[in-house]
């Protein structure tokens, strides 16, 4: 038996994590990002445990993209340290302070602070969500285009969500044929979704909040507003603050606006400690299997192979 499998979960994430923040350090060595005012914000919440990581994450994206300015949405863990290196490799960043968003009647935590400051700020920007577990492998055309074309666009939670956004009842249909079910409070939610009156006229699909963008001027708090209303119903009042109703609403946002991007899963996806095909251009290292098989390691050590001056 190995030492890993009876070492308690917390322990082995904590010295993966370090162990793959040793791996990428050489980071630090790549070229700052040349920030630019273009109407493109690449935004993300982070704080000391996963700066470097952010930064492979920020700087493959912007490599490709080769435009926009960065702001950061500091988890409360930021250090004097840490903010300097931001200035220097992200082109002196916007950084904003969790208790700086206004919450209102939205729940606290569960990344709800980052989705409620897109809905805030995104009138005359496009804002592109980005969590700092991803790598960008190559060319993003079809982000680059949803940007142009100032279409909202997302990632997808897997392959059978690329049916697009769809009515509630026939999402529900599609995904819970047997009807609600319990569980993680995503599950809860959106087994239930055929409860919502149809007259609304409300879509939904199975994204991922991790890579996600929002079209400049797009709808801010008050749809979110009434979809909460709707999870609350579904789930009780403490389920509605649990973690993951954030990523809940943010696929619910995206499919009822206009023409939404729906990235093709074959190239933008989730790793779950399969191999990915060569020509797969976005992996979001989610937690379940982020540290498996090395893959993370190596996709970012190539990520800044690309990035350091030949």
Not at 33 to 38: F, G, N, S, Y
Not at 130 to 139: H, N, Q
Not at 142 to 169: C, H, K, M, W
């Amino acid at each position: 038996m190995k030492i890993d499998s009876i070492l308690p979960y917390r322990w082995r994430t904590r010295r993966d994590t370090a162990r793959h923040n040793e791996a990428v350090a050489r980071i630090l060595d790549t070229p700052p990002i040349v920030a630019k005012q273009d109407g493109l914000v690449l935004f993300s919440m982070i704080g000391t445990a996963v700066l470097l990581p952010y930064l492979v994450a920020v700087k493959s994206l912007w490599q490709q993209l080769g435009r926009g300015r960065i702001a950061i949405l500091d988890d409360g863990t930021l250090t004097a340290q840490d903010r300097a290196i931001l200035a220097h490799h992200c082109g002196d960043p916007e950084l904003i302070r969790m208790d700086m968003v206004e919450r209102g009647d939205f729940p606290k935590g569960g990344c709800w602070e980052r989705f409620l400051t897109i809905l805030d700020r995104r009138s005359g920007e496009y804002w592109l969500q980005l969590d700092s577990d991803t790598v960008t492998l190559g060319p993003v055309p079809e982000v680059e285009r949803a940007i142009a074309t100032n279409r909202s666009f997302t990632l997808l939670g897997d392959a059978q969500a690329e049916a697009g956004p769809l009515p509630l009842y026939q999402f529900v249909q599609n995904f819970y044929p047997d009807g609600p079910e319990e569980g993680h409070v995503q599950t809860v939610v959106e087994s239930r979704l055929g409860r919502i009156p149809p007259e609304r006229g409300w879509r939904y699909l199975r994204g991922c909040a991790g890579f996600a963008g929002f079209a400049a001027g797009g709808p801010g708090r008050e749809l979110a507003r009434a979809f909460l209303m709707q999870i609350t119903d579904m789930a009780g009042e403490e389920g509605a603050a649990t973690w993951g109703t954030e990523q809940v609403a943010s696929n619910f946002h995206i499919a009822n606006e206009p023409s939404p991007v729906l990235l093709p899963y074959s190239r933008y996806l989730n790793y779950w400690g399969e191999d990915w095909a060569e020509d797969a251009a976005f992996i979001h290292f989610v937690g379940t299997h982020r540290y498996s098989n090395g893959a993370y390691a190596r996709a970012s050590q190539d990520a800044i192979d690309r990035l350091l001056p030949a």
